[in-house]
């Protein structure tokens, strides 16, 4: 199963607001994110940026489905004006590029996989190669000082 990274900032003192929000996200949300395919959806926070780990089985047809859903687009009413860049649902993105993991690089853990992995060659796992066409870099926007 794909495991999609993200990267986002929040604008200076949003940090609690957003916190608070995320106690419990609305049924209606966590629902269509199953509906859609989210097997689990991880957030952590440092400071101003929010790091997201998810479990998806087609993350472009997952956010197809939730663009002009209606519970939906009143969560990213809430959460996006808390962001720096609010999330424009564009299908644009894959997330941060993926570049290394200890199952792909020591062999695999029982049920654990190197998402790079897409097959076996006489009882090896054979690893696709890391190329920027194959990964995109997450369109965020440079770093400054106070980030």
Known sequence: MPVIALHTVLKPGREQEYDAVHQTIPAGVAAALRTHGVHDWRI????????????????????EGLRDLPDNVAWQD????????????????????????????????????????????????????????????YPGKPATEDD
């Open 44 to 63: 952590w926070r440092d400071g101003r940026h929010v790091f997201h780990v998810v479990d998806v089985d087609d993350y472009a047809a997952m956010r």
């Open 78 to 137: 809430t959460v996006g004006p808390m962001f720096d860049v609010p999330d424009s649902y564009a299908g644009d993105d894959d997330g941060i590029a993926f570049l290394w993991s200890l199952v792909g690089q020591l062999g695999g853990e029982e049920g654990r996989q190197d998402p790079r992995i897409s097959g076996e060659t006489d009882g090896c796992q054979a690893l696709q190669p890391l190329t920027s066409d194959s990964f995109p870099g």
